[in-house]
């Protein structure tokens, strides 16, 4: 059996009796091959001494198991990493950033507790999966739609608790903004709730977010501060009809005015499903990747050349029939006072309920349906990403204009090729966010201790090249998260300090999730970035 760092064999041993105790001993996983299981197998760490690996795993059913738990680790020091289904590929998957921790693992916690039609919520435990909740609401007859981002195999709590995203309308695809009320055990084992969980018999919880006082859901995200035991979302009424358009534009200098238009529209409301732009110009021989962005002489002869569009902006429209064609209608005048010669394509209308055969022909992901085909992009293989062993997320918050778009796209391809990183762009910049771009790059990995040596180093370097020009992630795997953290450096780091004091408020032993994010227990703070 391993033993946690800093932990006598005699003391984890004695913990691991009395987890077994309060969830069985069938759930309290000891042995190398089981705890193998909660390597993360993307890990750019991969068999050297610095990978982050588990000393042991506990997989508690109920809120009263989580604080036995969290209890028995408390009491000894006991390092403790929640997880909700462990499916974070490309951003640590299960492993612990503090290796040797014990991994709580919440699959089991696995119900829906409440739907909530007339309000459109729901109210879940960390086990449930997209999957789970899409196959709940058939089933219930629902004519709600869950947000599902790719792959939908995950947690929907783990996912909003890291702020991923997806791809309906705006208010429900940034999964983060859909949240509405949190159950959390804290360090001590004491339960917690926000917002109006907090009112003994309110009939709110999943209504009115914020409750009285300081809003402290933001306390959960992406920390250390507690384990997660249920959580409400807002969820997406199912509209009357979708249609999906597109405007395809001839020169490269109508990127600026084509964001800035696409802004004004979706801050409007004109439209209200996930907008995206890309080059059929630049995407012509292989419409998944997307290069460097050349200068505009250059993507212009190429639009001249091939007859292809330099932009193309599509945009999505959710709700009843005759007011989504209205605001097309109005979309097209706009851009057709606005720019020279555009073209209009009508890409897909869909009157819901779907149909046996609309599933055959639609975007799932567009339509609150979970599914595995991303994978099937992975597959294919790109360059020297076939075969790789893996890929880790560069996951950029940009500014959500042309000129930004333009630039994180050049100063990303060229740190990448300088530094011989090969570079996989699904788009070249994501809008699950209303009001920024992020840029996703998949960058592969291999279990080659010196090809990960070099890669880790380049990686670095790309992170603070990234923080120079004003761009943080919003996420990342464990072994960048203290640089990432570091990037954050206003007023000498600030945000870091300011989590550890809440860290030592809340969790004086450090025992939950230590070092996630850059934010380290006061124990093991010496000799950290920072």
Known sequence: MRTPQRVSAATFADGIAEMSEAVGSDWVFTSDPDVD??????????DEPEERVASAAVAPKTVEEVQAVVRAC???????????????????GSAPVYSGSVVLDLKRMDRVIEVSEGNASCLVEPGVSYFDMYRHLQESGSKLWIDVPDPGWGSMVGNALDSGGGYTAAPYRGHWEAVCGIEAVLADGEVFRTGMGALPGAETWQQYRMGVGPCLDGLFRQSSLGVVTKMGFWLFPQPEAYLSCSIELPHFEDIEPLVELFNELEYGNIFNGMPSISSPVMTRE???????????EEMNRLVEETGLAAWRGSMVFYGPEKVIRAQWDYVQERFRAQFDSPVFKENQFVKLPLSPADMATIQKNRFGIPSLEIFAVGSRGFGDFNPSDGHIWFSAIIPRTGKGYVEANRVMRRACAEREIPLFMFSPAVTCWTRSFVLFAAVPVYKDKERNTALRENVLEVIKLCAEHGWGEYRCPPAFQDAVMDAYSFNDNILRRVNERIKDALDPNGILSAGRYGVWPKHLREGRAG
């Open 74 to 92: 408390n009491q000894r020091r006991i390092p403790l990493y929640p997880l909700s289904t462990g499916r974070n590929l490309g951003y640590g």
């Open 37 to 46: 299981t909660y390597r993360d197998f993307y890990s750019v760490l991969w």
């Open 286 to 296: 292989n419409p998944l990747m997307f290069a460097e962005i050349p200068e505009p």
